[in-house]
Each structure stands twice: as C-alpha cells, then as structure tokens.
DNA sequence: GAAGTTCTAGAATATTGTTCTAGAAAAGTA
DNA sequence: TACTTTTCTAGAACAATATTCTAGAACTTC
C-alpha cells in the first residue's frame, strides 16, 4: 500500500503525506466517505488539522489525492501486460486479466475508486479524470481499429467498445468489493476474458 | 415523475412529502449529494426543517427513500418485460432491452441511484436493499436454469450469471448519465443484447 | 365535537469542515 | 556557520450545516 503513494508522493520528505493518505484511506474503507470526519483521520494518522489541511487543502483534495494515486497504480499494472498481445483476441484477455488482478490485489485502492468516483467526478478536478480517462483507452482502441480490418472484431459504435470489453468483470468487481459474490474476481478470471471476447468477435 | 412517487407514497395526504421527494432528486442531481444542504431542498420545497425531518427522519432517510422508490419503479417496469418470454434467448433479450429503456426514460432516477447507492448500503437502510436484490433476479435465474438444462446456455459459476447479462449494458448507462458518452442507451438496445446473449450463450 | 394523531414551523443546539495565526523544522544561500 | 526563505505542524477560532426540540396547526377517528 506504502509503495502505491511513494509512486505518487515520493522521498523521506513526504512520509508523513503519504501517512495521512494512508490513514484515510483506512478510515474511507471502514466508514464510508461521508462518516469519516477530518478529526476521525487527525486522530488515527497522529497528525494535526493544519497538516492535513496544508497538505491536502480540503477534504474533496484529500479524497481526490487517494483517487489519483489509486488510478494511476492501476493505470500502471495494467498498460504493460496489453503491449505484449500479438493479436487482438490476446489483448484483450490480457486487458480483463490485468484489471481481475490488480482489484484483487489492491482491494482497499478499488473499493475507495468505486465510492469516491462520483465525488471527484462532480468537483473540481473533474478536468484531470476526464484527460486520464482518454489515455486510458488509447491503446486498447488501436487493438481494436485492428481488429476490425483484419476482420476479426464486429465493427460497433465506437462508444460501445469500452463498456462491452470491461463492463462485465467492472460490475463483477463491484459486487465483490461490497460483499455480494463471494469468489474473488480472479477466480473467475477466464469466464470474463472469454466474455469480453465474444462479445466483439466476429467468431468466437 | 411524481407519478414514481406516488406508487411509494400514494394519497392526496401524502402529496407534500412527494413535492418535498421531487424537489430533493432535483436538488440533489444539479449540486451532487454531498452539497445540497438540507436548506437547499426546503427553499426549493417552499417547506420547513421540521416537516423534512418529520417525513424522512435525516438527509440519509431522505436518500435512502429515493432510492427505494427508483428502484422500486425500475422493478416495476422490468418484472413483467421478462415474464412474456418463450425462449432464455428471449427472456435475456427483453431483459436487456427494459433495463436500457427504463435508464433512457428515467434518467433522473438512474443518474441518482448510480450516485446514490453506496451511501445507501453503506448505512442502515443496507438490509432492505439486500432483500430487494434477491428478489430482483430471481425470475431471471429460473430462466437460466432451464437454459442450461435445454443445452442453450452455458453452465458457468452461478455467481457470475448477473455480471455477464446486465454488466455491459450498467457501464454504459453509467457512461451515458454522466455525459461520457453521446448516445442514449437505447439507441445501442441492440449491441448490448447481442452481446449478453453471446456472453452465455452455448451457440451465438 | 372531543381526543388522539400526524404534520408544520423555526429557534436552539451539536457536529464538523475550514480558516487563520504563530511558531518549528527544513532547505537554500552567503 | 549564520541568515533567509520556504515548508510544515499545531490547534484555537470560525463558519456552515445537520439535527434536535418544543409548540402549535391540521387532520382523523370515534
């Protein structure tokens, strides 16, 4: 979890940032958003308001901090395996087995994504998600344009691909995360590779 | 709208707390959850702290009856959709198409829930939602069933069954009412029923 | 029409997010 | 090192907002 903000927040210098992000997070994941007051994370961090205030500005900036920092892990676990794929089929089960992984791995960070994206999408730095959003599919698009001239993949509306690929093990996740299925994602991992697939395949 | 909310709290009497119901989702959708203040919503009512607080006993009460009443209406709208199917191919068909017709119509509605819901299971309304949710796709599951027995459908982990079928379709709506994609969910019905029905199917 | 219940109203209170000022610690600079 | 500047910590003071409480109006019931 530590190395998940040092990526972020990174030095000696900010161990202490990366404690209350910490600490937060904690608090987040045990109460809810809304229950966790500022004095509730000042107390388990063993920090002060000022410090927290000086370092996050406001309580949306605190939530907004952990929410970058979980989607760029995320973002980072998951760009490497695509680039691998030789062919379509194969980059898009890798893009279902990176993402199973990484919730199953840093349950914590997810569980806080789904929660907070409403939040960081309604304020302020609502610009900054939509600009890594873009570059998060970049990639996974160009597999796809492939695909159909090759004519392997089912040309679509382009604003379907996305929701079509990841949407069943997105919806999995999130029934998991909130105690309604009991078998962790990657258990399951091959249903929802061969699930993405066939929903784009011109023959599966 | 108010015809939604007259199903949960029917009778002239209760008209009040239905305007005071309407004007919170209208609050609530243009300022987000967090920051419409309990003031907020009893300006726009033209009603009074003490009468909010009487009908809903706290802002989460008022969330969570909102929410019921959402999801209430969408059952209500999508139970008897399923019920004139001949086949599982059909029953998965009609499912897909009255989720995706009941988002498009009820934007409002489904742009709250989307927002709305952890709060929701996060508090103390958590178990009335558990049971609704089983009630929800027990209809869909006997259908399944028979499908798997009759060699039509694939035999996969029970718990992953909802995932596959809604999953796609859910992401997309969840795109959609946030502004992140143009189309409106209908206008893809088809694109997301192929590919539910694809996703557990024997023979696509 | 009297008793009981539900509903409205808003002032008073409590909780909690935020600002502000002062000083400590660290980094830079000569 | 000695001085300056910046960053960080600390918590009291403040402001915004949810919630409680009491009183009375409106409606139901018998």
């Known amino acids: 979890m530590e190395s998940v903000f040092e990526r972020v927040e990174p030095g000696a210098r900010r161990a202490h940032k990366r404690h209350i ?38 309580k949306e900036g605190l939530v907004a901090a952990l929410y970058f920092a979980a ?34 791995e840093q349950a914590l960070l997810a569980r806080f994504m789904f929660r907070a994206r409403a939040a960081v999408a309604g304020g302020p730095f609502n610009e900054g998600l939509k600009a890594r959003n873009k570059a998060r599919y970049g990639a996974l698009l160009e597999w796809l344009e492939k ?34 299925v009991k078998g962790d994602p990657t258990s399951h991992i091959d249903v929802f590779a061969e699930a993405a697939w066939r929903s784009v395949a011109v023959t599966p």
Chains 1, 2 share one sequence.
Not at 32 to 43: H, K, N, P, S, V
Not at 87 to 103: F, N
């Open 21 to 58: 992000m910490s600490c937060a997070l904690a608090c987040f994941d045990e109460q809810g958003l809304e229950a966790t007051t500022i004095d509730t994370i000042r107390q388990r961090a063993d920090s002060s308001i000022g410090s927290i205030y000086h370092h996050f500005r406001n």
């Open 71 to 104: 989607l760029d892990d995320q973002q980072a676990c998951m760009a490497p395996a695509m680039e691998g794929a030789a062919t379509p089929r194969e980059a898009v089960v890798a893009l279902i087995h990176a993402y199973l992984k990484w919730v199953t």
């Open 147 to 180: 695909g159909v001239k090759a004519g392997e993949i089912r040309a679509l509306p382009r604003e379907t691909y996305a929701s079509l690929l990841i949407g069943q093990a997105e919806n999995y996740c999130r029934a998991w995360l909130s105690g309604r």
